[in-house]
Each structure stands twice: as C-alpha cells, then as structure tokens.
C-alpha cells in the first residue's frame, strides 16, 4: 500500500492496545478496519505520539467498545463486513457527537459525500500516510476542544438567534421547540462560524478558514457545500422552512439572524 508500509509478519492485532509507555495521553482512538495488520499499524503509530487506541474489526465490535470506553475519536472504514462505514456512522451520530473519521479505499466523490452526509467530520483515502491520518485527527480533536476566542464569547457560553439555543460549551443546538438538533463535529463549527460573522457574506474559502473544514486539493470537491447544505437541511426542519442559510451567488453564503446572548442553559 503506497503511503503505509505493510508487514507480512505484523504479529495479531488483539482488539485493544494502551497507550505506549511514558506517552502522553492526547485521547482514546478507536480504529474500526477489518483488515488487522491497518489496525495494528495504525495503533502502533498512534500510540507513539501519545493516544490510546482500540481496535474493532467490524461494526459489532465497534459497537461493544463504545459501550465500555470513553471514545474521543473513532477512525471507521468504509467498507467493512456487515454493515457498512456509512451505516455505521449514521448509527453512532443518532446517539453520539463523537468525531467521526473515515477511512476509505475509494476515491470517487460520491464516496467521500456519501461518508460526509453520514455524519462523518473528515475521510483519508487509502492508500494513505500515517503521518495524514495524524494530522486529520489532530484537526478534528483541535477544532472539537479548542475554546472560542471570539467576540461572542461571554460567561455562559450560549447564544440565541431566532428562537434557536446555541450553547457554546456544550457544544449543543437547541430548536425553537426546544429539541436538541444532531449535529456533526464539523456542522457545529461551520455553524459557530456562521453565527460569529451573522448578517456578513462569506465565500467558500472565508468559511473553510473560519471553522477550519477540511478540503482536498481536488477541485470538484464540494465538502463545504455538503457540510452547508446538511446544516441548511435541519435548521430549515424546524422553522418552517425560514431559510437562515441564504446563497448569494457568485459571492458565497449569508447567515440571516440577529444573534443574542441567552440566559440559563439549554435542554
């Protein structure tokens, strides 16, 4: 596999494998691949610089390690027996916000849209560096627990537009009929991004600098318009169809709303 050196002789990868002694511990990863010499290799280069990692070989393992371990990121092939990447992202996001990674040995842009709308935050495409890989997790860790120093911020952390709750800390949405809205790690920061810069036109580029979305040097690849156009999709579910999101063509995106600071906390 370019990019990642294979060994035939890569002893079994057991399931679960600690961090590597006296490393820091940056966060728990766990790398769902049914192929064990990726997962092997993959754990050992992560627990060199500093991670704990799990491996599951298939969705149910995956499944049972979320259930007994604090997750911080999980790195999910697409294909895999059983069910498949996708699916599989889509089970987590009903119930988890837990940043999402997706592994892939395809290359079409229908792939990468299709782990995208499943909830996922980024993809590698196989064959790929150890090195890539680090660093996409790193960003998505970063942009998930980095705090905001924006001009919005202020001691309770929660903003209010259109009778939506936005609660910085908490990295929650709530709807103006008080429902907590699922939204992916990097929906959440396109949105923040879209609040701090409301009522400005911002392009394409503006945006993926401000919520630090990931694009590929391909260039029809449309990640930031699938990440708007979700984000568009939920919050459009629960306002009747009012449109905060607004194209202005040939310019980029808008962000129609006053932006408050609420008071208390959300649901």
Not at 8 to 35: K, R, Y
Not at 220 to 241: C, P, Y
Request: charged content about 25%.
């Amino acid at each position: 596999m370019r990019g990642m050196v294979m060994s035939g002789n890569a002893e079994h990868e057991t399931g679960q494998a600690s961090a590597a002694p006296n490393a820091d511990d940056h966060g728990h990863i766990l790398v769902v691949d049914d192929d064990p010499q990726i997962r092997l290799l993959v754990a050992r280069f992560l627990q060199r610089h500093g991670y704990q990692v799990t491996g599951a070989p298939d969705g149910r393992a995956m499944m049972e390690a979320l259930a007994h371990s604090a997750i911080d990121l999980i790195v999910l092939d697409l294909m895999l027996p059983g069910r498949s990447g996708v699916e599989l992202c889509r089970d987590v996001r009903s119930t988890s916000q837990v940043p999402i990674v997706m592994l892939t040995a395809r290359g079409e842009e229908s792939d990468r849209i299709a782990g995208l709308e499943g909830g996922a935050d980024d993809y590698v495409t196989k064959p790929f560096s150890p090195r890539e890989l680090l660093a996409r997790i790193r960003a998505v860790l970063r942009r998930l627990r980095a705090p905001r120093n924006s001009v919005l911020t202020q001691p309770s952390g929660i903003l209010s537009f259109d009778g939506w709750i936005l609660d910085l800390r908490r990295r929650e949405l709530q709807s103006p009929a008080g429902t907590l809205i699922d939204l992916s790690t990097g929906e959440f920061d396109l949105l923040v991004a879209f609040v701090e810069h409301a009522n400005r036109v911002l392009s394409r580029e503006a945006l993926m600098q401000f919520a630090k979305a990931r694009m590929s040097d391909d260039p029809f690849d449309r990640t930031i318009d699938v990440q708007i156009s979700r984000l568009r999709r939920k919050l459009e579910a629960d306002t009747n169809g009012s449109q905060l999101i607004k194209t202005v063509r040939g310019a980029g995106y808008l962000f129609a709303s006053t932006i408050g600071h609420h008071k208390g906390q959300s649901a």
